[in-house]
């Protein structure tokens, strides 16, 4: 087994820093803006997502979180406004949306659903192939 770190930069000057194992990325998954900030970061096992995904905007701000199993969405996914300030969480159940909060900009919930019809995470990929993830509103 061989473990090792590769870069990459990017034409819009951004550059990323992956850890692989026998070639598949295992470990930290990280892409930079041109100013050196972290933009995304994600926990990767055997080539999966497992672990933490996170987006940050150039201000630093986290703008996004979700945790996977095995490549599936599992626990509570976060969406937050460009300043920090939750926006809108969705809960996972290995894959299934089970609940969804939505709050305005003071924090208060002004949705609370729990999904009667679960939508699996592995349907959403035609959907959004890009992410993987419905947006479910």
Same mark, same amino acid.
């Given at each position: 087994?061989?473990?090792?770190?590769?870069?990459?930069?990017?034409?819009?000057g951004?550059?990323?820093? &992956?850890?692989k194992?026998?070639?598949?990325?295992?470990g930290?998954?990280?892409? &930079?803006?041109?100013? %050196?900030?972290?933009?995304?970061?994600?926990?990767m096992?055997?080539?999966?997502?497992?672990?933490?995904s996170?987006?940050?905007?150039?201000?630093?701000?986290?703008?996004?979180?979700? *945790?996977? =199993?095995?490549? +599936?969405?599992?626990?509570?996914?976060?969406? =937050?406004?460009?300043? %920090?300030?939750?926006?809108?969480?969705? =809960? =996972?159940?290995? %894959? *299934?949306?089970?609940?969804?909060? +939505?709050?305005?900009?003071? %924090?208060? +919930?002004?949705?609370?659903?729990?999904?009667?019809?679960? +939508?699996?995470?592995?349907?959403?990929?035609l959907?959004?192939?890009?992410?993987?993830?419905l947006?479910?509103?």
């Amino acid at each position: 087994m061989k473990k090792y770190i590769e870069t990459k930069e990017y034409d819009d000057g951004s550059r990323g820093r &992956f850890e692989k194992l026998n070639g598949k990325h295992d470990g930290l998954w990280q892409i &930079f803006y041109p100013n %050196g900030k972290i933009k995304w970061e994600r926990q990767m096992s055997k080539g999966l997502d497992h672990g933490y995904s996170r987006k940050f905007n150039q201000d630093d701000y986290l703008v996004e979180e979700r *945790y996977y =199993f095995k490549d +599936v969405l599992d626990g509570c996914s976060k969406i =937050f406004d460009d300043m %920090g300030r939750l926006k809108e969480e969705t =809960f =996972f159940d290995m %894959g *299934y949306a089970l609940r969804e909060k +939505v709050y305005d900009a003071e %924090g208060n +919930v002004i949705k609370d659903e729990t999904k009667d019809n679960l +939508v699996s995470y592995d349907a959403t990929k035609l959907l959004n192939p890009q992410w993987g993830f419905l947006k479910l509103i």
